[in-house]
Structure formats: structure tokens, C-alpha cells
């Protein structure tokens, strides 16, 4: 192609030379034998545009030419695109749009280049369209909008074809809804509204009509592997053809139909659903339904309500069963059952921990569930022992010499560990420390604790989980006895530094300071003279280390080890200080009543009885009473039993047990009338006015960390406070409290 060198090159004849340009493309677009072109080619048809444009006015054709430049593409479109198109159906006409619109593009590409003087001067001044977008929107204004529709309904059965299982051609709808994306020109609009929201709708009623099927034919675990291998699918083709934007909305129309549109129906499902999976141990299917629902807004909550109730369920029946035991059994079997039954309770919780870790990854749902399960069974009572008690039992039962847990060092220690969780959903914790600080006193004052380490791990665990305030009296007690080890120490070497002072007993003693230990009665016993020799010694020695100190004697927390001088032969008896000191009333009395040993002794009834009871009418009767019966009675008369014998050189003579539960309910409700009166006191002293129930509220949240105060004993307690002036009602509002400074 050549031009002649003209100085103006007029419209029509520059027009002309272009055309036969725009024909040549055409033909090598269409795959006509034809020559690509040469670069003088290009260089001919861009200097023909440049010199129609940098002419002069009136011969600058620079609107002209842009104006032609527009109908070179719907001229080629009209008359050969829309045809090649419209003969065509389903996958024929996609593959023909597919290659029409690269040719397009081609098209474009090539003419913008030889019109590209154009691009840069005369659009750029007149802020018009550029070249290429005005060749794009040729081909969406013309064919895009004439075949979209179809070519939508096209790509949606391909792709309903592909979800029953037919091959189809990837990479042809990658193409054609390329070309969807494409003619926005870098808006997603003509994908979303002319695609995008009938492939969604339509996906719904493909899944709607699955999901109806499935539900009714399949079980669970079957039906969740198939809504497992749809969401896999579904996202693969996002991967293939579908443009990523398209991901969270496709999954999400999925996920509706086949898991939110039938959740209870299926999770409820009496053979195959969630309880049967947890009653069966089935951790892969539950795995997979957190993995299915885990990413649906509040997809859980019908999974963990479920998993709540079965926790429950089986933790209530444990309990059911340690009732039904402890009502069948004697006393002595009783405690047994107890045990069993917290660490029944213990393995139960290390079950599903491993359920809501491994299969429920942790998630906090299930955290609650577990915790609001284990507080409606762990608070229940069993055989009148609250599992505050029913806890402290257990751990006593560990950590005491000779308990019925032969367990190992390291099994101990996961055992406490796992108490202390338990102790987490107990709401009477108060209740618990009290239990517990009883026989941790009783395990350290009389040796039977089994190891100290152990002790002293278990107060550590205790603190993390309630709080310094809530073992520091127990802390306080260990460390106290540790100091009285040391101090009878120094008894000791004081007394063989003065020969003269030495009582001729061998006494020990155990100072302890009143803060740190529970209360203990003490007596006005009167000691045998022997061990007042004992008291004064060291009462001599003790204040002449601290003279500011006062010593409490508890006579009942004493023992003896004392010599029965018996016919057949003598036996060394370990007997408590009382018993010893009604004992050695009878080495200057052969016979003595009831009455008499009182008075002598200066016990009180019910101790007396205690201690008479466990020398004349048990296991060895070191006594023998007249009349001989079973219980005491003041009227009694008892004499030293000179023929007693028994196998053993060595015998210990127990006290029967004091029942102390309702002593120490009775202590922790005292405590806790003064817990809220200070919890009152301390949020109206920072708040000054404020409503009951604000008031209620705000005390119930502040103690809940030890126990869960009743609303009766607090309005109790805020009437009290009212009457003695802590606090006023307002005048004009009864239901508003003020602080009274």
C-alpha cells in the first residue's frame, strides 16, 4: 500500500487508503489468506491519521476521523460478529463469543495504534472517551447486550451439567466469563448483575432441591460428607472459572441450603444425629460438622446446645447413681461410693475436654457449654454432702497417709490438677476452702499428710484459680507448722541444756498461730499431775523466748501414748489427752461413776460421753461399765478392765467422730452474712445512690468469685445495714439506697 505525497490530504481520499488498512485486518481476523503487516505498513496508516489531524483548519479531521473510528467497529460488528453469533447455540455460540471477542480485542489493539495520534492530542483536549474504551463498548453496546442473556443461560447449564457429574470445558467458561468481567472496563457490575445473581439463585434451588432429597434418605455423618464434598466442589470451580469474588457468596448459598435450611432436623436426627455421634464416640463425623458449621454465623449454637445437654445428661446420671448407692448402703460403704463418684465425674470431664479440643478446636462455645453443663450436675447433693464436701473428701482421700488412691507422684499430681478444675463450675468455693482447711489441719496435726510437696502443689493450683485470699489461711497453716517443728526443736535442746527442767516425759508440742487455723474448742480439762509438769515446763520455756505471746492450750487435739499395766501382760495405748486423763484417774480408783470422772476430769457431758463410749463400749474395752450396755448414761459406773488383752503390744484407741458438717455450714453462712454486709458497704461507699436492683446486682457479681449469694439474704442484709445506719432509703423513692457517711 502507498500514498502519493500530497501537501493536504483531503477526507475521503485519507479515508479511503485507511479502509483498505482496516479491510486487511479484518481479513487476517477473519483467517483469509492474508500478509500480516509490514512495519511501513503501520507507519503509512499512523502518518496518514497524524497528517489528517495536524492539517490546518478547515482540513484538521481530527473529529472525523474519531467519528469513523467508531463506525469501522459497528460497520464489522453489524454485519459480521452479530451474525456469526446469532446462528449459533449453547456451547457453539459460547466458543464463537469467545473467539469473536478476542478478535475484538485484537481489532482494538491494532487500531487504536494506527488512530493513536488521536489518543494523544485531540481526545486528551476534549477529555472524550479513549480509543480502546470506545472500541470495547462498541462490542458491549452491540454484542454484549444482545447475547448476554443466553450466554448466561448457557454457562449456568454447563454448570449444572458439571454438578451431576459431566465433563465439560473448563477452560471455555473461564473464557466467556473473563468476558463478563472484562466489558466493565474494571467494574464488576455486568458480572454480578448479568451472571453472577442468577448462577446464585440458581445454585440455591440446586441445593434446595438436593438437600430435601438427602435429608430424607441419608444419616448424618453420609449426608455431611456429601455437603462437605459440594462446598469442595463449589469451591474448586471458583478455582477454574468462576471469578474469586464469586467464592464467599456461592459458599454461602451452599451452606444455606444444605446445612442452615435443615440443621435441626438433621443435628437432632434420633439414630444418626449429634447425640447419637457423642454416644458413640464418633470424633471424625464431629469434627466434620464443627468444620461445616463453624463458619456460619450462630452455626454452633444448635451443635453445642445438643453437646451441653448430652454432658448433662450423663453427669446427672452418675449423680442419680451415687444417690441411689449412698440410700442403699451403710455409712462406712457410703464414702466409697463418694470417691467413685467425683472420680467418675473427673474421667467425664477428661472425656470431653478431648471433644471440645480435638473435635471443637477449642472454640469458646463449647468451653461455656461444658462449664454451664458440669455447674448444673457438680452443684447437686449427694446422700446430704454438698460436692464442696464431696470434693475436699476426695482430695483429703489423696493426699493422707494410707487413703484408698495408691496412685503415683505423677498421677497425684494430674489428679489435683483436674480438682481444681472441677471446682471451677462449683458455686460454694467458700463452702470448699472450709472442708478443705478442716482435714488439710487434721492431715497436718496429726502426720497424715503423705508427701508435703503435694500439698503445697495443690495450694498453688487453688491460688491461681481462686485467688491469694482464698488459700492464704492454708498457706499460712503449713508454713506454721513447718515454724513449730523448728521450734519444738529448740524445746528439745533447751530441755538438755537444763537437766533440772526436764518433766520426764517425752513432750512434744505444736504452737500454732490463731489466724491460720480453724477454731477449736478448748477445755478447762484438769490435767493428771504428771503432764501439769509437762504444761508449766514449757509454758517456762516459751516465754522466755516470746513474752508478749499467749498460749491457748486445745487439750483435744492432744495424744498420749500411756502403759496398761493389764494381768496377762502390759500394752501401750495411744489414746487422745482426754481419754488418757479419764484413764489415769482409775491408777487411785478402782471404781468410778459417771459423775465422778466429770467432776475429777472437768470434761464436759458430750466430750465425756465420747471418750467413755471409746474405752467401755468398743472395739477395746479398756473399761468395763455396769450396766453393761451399749450407750452411756449418767448413771453409770466404770471400773479398769485388769483382764483385758489382745494380740497386739501396740494399740491405738480412736475417738468416735464428731459430726462437724453442720458446725462448719453454720460458720461459712456467719461468714458470709459478714462477706455481703462488707460487699454492700464497699459498692454504696463508691457509688453513694443507687437502685436495689443495681445494688443486688453489682454485690452478686462481686462475691460470685467465692459463692453465689442468695437475693434474699442480700435484701436481708440491706436491711440490717439500714437499721443500723450504714445505709438510708430515699425519701421520694423507696427503692433507692443512699450511703450514710
Known amino acids: 500500500m502507498t500514498i502519493s505525497d500530497h501537501k493536504i490530504t483531503d477526507l475521503e481520499h485519507g479515508w479511503d487508503y485507511m479502509q483498505k488498512g482496516i479491510i486487511k485486518l479484518k481479513k487476517i481476523l477473519e483467517g483469509l489468506p492474508e500478509p500480516q503487516f509490514s512495519s511501513e505498513d503501520y507507519m503509512m496508516l499512523y502518518t496518514t491519521i497524524y497528517n489528517m489531524c495536524t492539517q490546518k483548519p478547515p482540513h484538521d479531521y481530527s473529529q472525523q476521523l474519531y467519528e469513523k473510528y467508531r463506525e469501522a467497529f459497528e460497520e464489522y460488528i453489524t454485519v459480521t460478529v452479530l451474525p456469526s453469533l446469532r446462528d ?187 447425640h447419637a455421634l457423642l454416644r458413640d464416640e464418633k470424633v471424625d463425623d464431629l469434627s466434620r460438622i464443627y468444620r461445616l458449621y463453624h463458619k456460619i454465623p450462630r452455626g454452633l449454637e444448635p451443635v453445642s446446645s445438643i453437646f451441653k445437654q448430652r454432658v448433662s445428661d450423663e453427669g446427672l446420671a452418675l449423680v442419680n447413681q451415687a444417690i441411689d448407692a449412698a440410700n442403699n448402703q451403710a455409712e462406712n460403704v457410703r464414702s466409697v461410693h463418694e470417691q467413685v463418684l467425683v472420680r467418675k465425674i473427673i474421667e467425664l470431664h477428661d472425656k470431653y475436654m478431648v471433644y471440645v479440643c480435638n473435635c471443637f478446636m477449642n472454640q469458646s462455645l463449647f468451653h461455656k457449654a461444658l462449664k454451664e453443663a458440669f455447674e448444673i450436675f457438680c452443684n447437686k447433693t449427694v446422700a446430704g454432702c454438698s460436692s464442696a464436701e464431696l470434693l475436699a473428701a476426695f482430695c483429703d482421700n489423696i493426699l493422707k497417709k494410707g487413703g484408698s488412691e495408691k496412685l503415683s507422684d505423677e498421677a497425684i499430681e494430674d489428679t489435683l490438677e483436674k ?33 508435703d510437696e503435694h500439698e503445697r502443689s495443690i495450694l498453688t493450683k487453688l491460688k491461681q484459680q481462686c485467688g491469694g485470699q482464698f488459700t492464704s489461711k492454708m498457706e499460712g497453716m503449713v508454713t506454721d507448722l513447718a515454724l513449730a517443728r523448728e521450734n519444738q526443736g529448740h524445746f528439745e535442746e533447751y530441755l538438755s541444756n537444763n537437766p533440772i527442767a526436764n518433766p520426764g516425759i517425752d513432750l512434744t508440742v505444736t504452737v500454732l498461730t490463731t489466724g491460720y487455723w480453724p477454731s477449736y474448742k478448748s477445755s478447762d480439762l484438769n490435767l493428771p499431775a504428771e503432764m501439769v509438769r509437762c504444761v508449766e515446763v514449757f509454758k517456762e520455756y516459751y516465754h ?57 476430769s472437768n470434761l464436759g457431758h458430750d466430750d465425756l460421753v465420747r471418750v467413755l463410749l471409746s474405752l467401755s463400749c468398743a472395739k477395746y474395752k479398756i473399761l468395763n461399765k455396769e450396766p453393761n450396755t451399749k450407750a452411756i ?39 458470709r452474712r459478714y462477706a455481703i454486709d462488707a460487699s454492700i458497704v464497699r459498692i454504696m461507699k463508691s457509688r453513694k445512690i443507687l437502685s436495689h436492683q443495681q445494688l443486688v446486682t453489682e454485690c452478686v457479681e462481686q462475691l460470685s468469685r467465692l459463692f453465689k449469694p442468695d437475693f434474699k439474704a442480700i435484701k436481708k442484709r440491706i436491711e440490717d445495714l439500714i437499721s443500723r445506719d450504714y445505709l438510708e432509703r430515699d425519701k421520694e423513692n423507696p427503692n433507692l439506697y443512699r450511703y450514710v457517711a
Not at 469473536?100 to 472524550?128: C, E, G, P, Q, T
Not at 480438682?419 to 502426720?447: C, H, P, Q, T
Not at 500394752?571 to 482426754?578: A, D, G, K
Open 633 to 671: 448414761s449418767p448413771t453409770d459406773y466404770f471400773e479398769f478392765n485388769s483382764k483385758f488383752t489382745d494380740r497386739m503390744r501396740r494399740i491405738k484407741i480412736p475417738l468416735p467422730p464428731v459430726e462437724e458438717r453442720k458446725k462448719i455450714v453454720e460458720d461459712i453462712d456467719k461468714d
Open 419 to 451: 480438682v481444681v478444675k472441677l471446682l471451677a463450675y462449683i458455686g460454694d468455693k467458700d463452702l470448699f476452702a472450709e472442708f478443705y482447711r478442716k482435714k488439710l489441719a487434721r492431715r497436718l496435726l496429726f502426720d497424715r499428710s503423705a508427701n
Open 88 to 274: 449459533k447455540h449453547d456451547e457453539f455460540m459460547l466458543r464463537e463469543l469467545v473467539k469473536r471477542w478476542a478478535n475484538h480485542k485484537v481489532m482494538v489493539k491494532w487500531l487504536s495504534r494506527f488512530f493513536y495520534y488521536l489518543d494523544r492530542y485531540f481526545i486528551a483536549r476534549r477529555s472524550l472517551p479513549a480509543l480502546n474504551e470506545v472500541g470495547l463498548a462498541c462490542f458491549r453496546e452491540l454484542v454484549y447486550q444482545e447475547v448476554h442473556s443466553r450466554v448466561k443461560d448457557a454457562v449456568i447449564s454447563l454448570i449444572d451439567q458439571e454438578r451431576e457429574g459431566e465433563q465439560i470445558d473448563r477452560a471455555l467458561l473461564k473464557n466467556v466469563l473473563d468476558i463478563f468481567v472484562e466489558i466493565g472496563m474494571g467494574k464488576m457490575d455486568y458480572y454480578a448483575d448479568d451472571f453472577e445473581a442468577d448462577m446464585l439463585n440458581d445454585t440455591a434451588a440446586y441445593y434446595s432441591r438436593k438437600a430435601s432429597n438427602w435429608v430424607l434418605k441419608d444419616s448424618c455423618p453420609d449426608y455431611m460428607l456429601k455437603a462437605e464434598e459440594c462446598l469442595k466442589r463449589e469451591r474448586d470451580r471458583v478455582s477454574h472459572y468462576l471469578h474469586i469474588s464469586s467464592e464467599p457468596k456461592l459458599v454461602e448459598k451452599v451452606q444455606t441450603e444444605l446445612l442452615v435450611v435443615y440443621a435441626n432436623q438433621l443435628l437432632e436426627k434420633e439414630q444418626s444425629g449429634c
Open 544 to 600: 522466755s523466748k516470746a513474752q508478749q505471746r499467749k498460749l491457748s492450750w486445745i487439750y483435744s487435739l492432744g495424744n498420749c501414748n500411756i502403759s496398761g499395766r493389764f494381768d496377762s501382760k502390759t500394752i501401750e495405748l495411744i489414746v487422745s489427752t482426754y481419754q488418757a486423763s479419764v484413764l489415769l484417774l482409775f491408777n487411785n480408783s478402782d471404781r468410778l461413776s459417771f459423775s465422778e470422772i466429770m467432776d475429777q
